[in-house]
């Protein structure tokens, strides 16, 4: 299952990359938002390893500012929100709501090479 969805998501960045234009700007902002999926576990209750199981995806949100330093190297701040909440019952009997937000801002630093006009990896 894994594969699939890194199969699906380079190729629908390669559909993505292909569709921009070339620009000679030197500030690239990106905002992304959609429904998280968590995989794997998670060790967000505070209750213990048997309730974790109980968390669901939630929204989330990535906002992203880079400037191109020269024509390969950017830098900038990455801002990301992450949400996630779940309703279940301990042992004892009392009901629990729980709701998570991750919060993240922190500096940038990577590479955009452009192979053609219209296309960086």
Do not use: H
């Amino acid at each position: 299952m894994r594969k699939l969805i890194l199969s699906f998501l380079f190729v629908l960045s390669a559909m993505v990359g292909f569709a921009q234009s070339f620009s000679k700007d030197k500030l690239f902002i990106s905002v992304e938002g959609g429904k998280g999926v968590l995989f794997g576990k998670s060790n967000l209750s505070p209750f213990g390893i048997g309730y974790r199981g109980g968390y669901d995806g939630g929204l989330m949100c990535n906002v992203k500012a880079l400037y191109r330093i020269d024509k390969f190297w950017v830098a900038g701040l990455k801002f990301n929100l992450s949400g996630t909440s779940a309703n279940y019952g301990l042992d004892d009997g009392t009901n629990v709501a729980d709701n998570v937000d991750l919060w993240y801002l922190g500096p940038q630093l990577g590479f955009k090479i452009p192979i053609n006009e219209r296309t960086f990896f």
